[in-house]
């Protein structure tokens, strides 16, 4: 398969983790006889350095004609700390969102076996855990009117839905659903807010067409809450654009992590492939960020296309690096490994996987490792 890909590395350490990302793609087209071409292009805070502009159009331009989009991580604190910023690095991804329509965000959250004990999580609670939220990610409070007083001392921002934005990523829920346990939970604070109310209607209706599936719904303080708790309950999560925002991040401690979860920003036209994760200003350039997450993303990529012996290539690739300690400080304090070097071992056992490999201990102890 040939697929032009546009990179956007972003801020912090955003270069970093895509690179490892790119090299895991880079295996897969050696090993499975496919061509990825790669143009990348300034986005967030770094763009803003070099034009004024969060998202130039140039790279607009870029996404809008390549086959998905491999994104990094955006922002710096620069921008962070200062309240009066009027281009601030966020609004770049969220015309992004907005301009290639890409209305549906999916994070899997699933427990790594091999680590669950570096989650803050006792094991009872945790092992097995493997659910996807499907947020909505170009409506809601981002986008609305934002409006501040002249003096400066009264703010609002508006939260708005459409029938037809919520339905058209419950939809995409449901069949997820129909697909895994055939279970489907909202989240929404339908007892206060009108447009949740409205959620709870849509999805609702939406549901008499799929009897197969479980619908439930959760107010999202309770919801919270039951994260944490309980979350091997959950299968499909579907919410709004806020609330999947706050529940997603929460959701990454389960892991003991936030450097392990992916995301698929989804259109109809569009796609775009994301570590969860924050651009991490205090790690950049220093080869400790974990790069797990985004080279979950580029398997996240090829899965879209269909490429599920790909995919597959590299989740194992992933297990294996897990499995052998083969890990960024951020999964142990002791670890030696550094970004470069996990990316380095991931790609190539994409490229030579060999079940039966061999890892010399008495390196791995060293910080390096040697394939026998």
Known sequence: MNLNIALLPGDGIG???????????????????????YKEAP????????????????????????DAVLFGSIGDPKYDNDPKAKVRPEQGLLKLRKELGLYTNV????????????????EEII?????????????????????????GTIAS????????????????????????????????????????????KVVTKIGESYPEVELDFLFVDNAAMQVILNPNQFDVVLTENLFGDIISDEASVIGGSIGL???????????????????????????IANPVASILSAAMLLEHFQLFEEAMAIREAVDKALQKGIVTPDLDEKSNFGTNHVGDFIADNIVDNDDDLNINDENIGLGKSTII
């Open 43 to 66: 986005v967030g805070a770094i763009a803003i350095d070099k034009t004024g502009n969060p998202l130039p159009d140039k790279t607009l331009q870029l996404c809008k004609d390549a």
């Open 261 to 287: 979860l992916a995301s698929a920003s989804i259109g109809d036209e569009n796609a775009l492939f994301e570590p969860i994760h924050g651009s991490y200003p205090q790690a950049k350039g220093k080869d």
């Open 127 to 151: 092992s097995g855990t493997d659910f996807t939220i499907y947020r909505e990610l170009t409506g809601g409070i981002y986008f609305g009117e934002k409006k501040l007083n002249e003096e």
């Open 15 to 37: 270069p970093e983790v895509l690179n490892q990302a790119v090299k895991c793609l880079q295996a897969v087209e050696e090993t499975f006889n496919h061509t990825f071409v």
């Open 157 to 200: 921002d508006l939260c708005e839905y459409s029938e037809k934005e919520i339905s058209r990523i419950a939809h995409l829920a449901f069949k997820a659903a129909k697909n895994r346990r055939n279970k489907l939970t909202l989240v929404d604070k339908a007892n206060v807010l009108e447009s949740s109310r409205l959620w709870r």
């Open 107 to 122: 994070r899997p959250v699933k427990v790594f076996p091999t680590l669950i004990g570096k989650s803050p999580l006792k």
